[in-house]
């Protein structure tokens, strides 16, 4: 394992980062839910793999073998968590390098069109700017590549729900890692150009709280793979309405 872009040795990070670090390795409930939409989505991914987000690692265990993983995690906390999840997976060191990022959250510093896949969840929400993220995907995504996700986002516009992640936004972006609960990410993955795209809605519900989320793949054209063929499913309780939201 490879640590890139951080200061040696590796910060403790802030009390803020260090608290979300430590949420983001207990999400055992979380994960439980997810596990089989992560078997689906990223247990047939090959090649070179770049993960947004890899907090403190809750994917790794899902990819193949053979993979060769660089995980993008600004947050020299969360960093602790992912070493000691990669070393417990007990697959060559070597595949699996953890790198810090531009420093601004931008730009990915992979070259163009290098990337077999790239796998983002549950950080679309944090970053920056979505838009700008999307388009740094696509442009390291080899044609034909794909972007696998799960997100969580926004409720429909107008219900209650919505305007509870709109009151309780503030709170989330200072306490869970710029954590925006409101984003539309759907449409953000669905205008970003890919030629193929498939997205599902669907909820999960903690106690008397319902969290709405997306789940899916993106591929990014190639010679062979022209936008003429894009195929959009929209499954899952929300699908009516998804373009209106
Ligand atoms: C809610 S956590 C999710 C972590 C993990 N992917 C998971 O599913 O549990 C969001 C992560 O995105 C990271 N993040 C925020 N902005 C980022 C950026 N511009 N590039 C890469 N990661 C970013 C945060 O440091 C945090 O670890």
Redesign the pocket.
Known sequence: MTIVNFPVPLPRGTAR?RA??R??AN?GL??MF?APRKRALFGELHGNVL?????????LAYFPFDVRWRG????PA?VRYLQQAISMLGRPPENYIIDA??P???R?TAPDASQDAVV????L?????PDA?LREIVRVLKPGGKFAF?EHVAATRGSGLRAFQELIKPLSILF????HPNRETWKTIYDAGFVRVEIEHFELHEGILTVPFISGWAQKGSPTLQRSHRTTVIAGSMRQNWRSR
């Open positions: 980062q979300a670090a949420a983001n999400a979380y994960e997810l993960e947004i987000g890899a907090g403190a690692g809750p994917n993008i995690e600004p947050n969360a990022g531009d601004e959250g931008r990915l983002c969840t549950l950080a929400c944090s970053v920056a700017d993220m799960i869970e890692d710029g954590c």
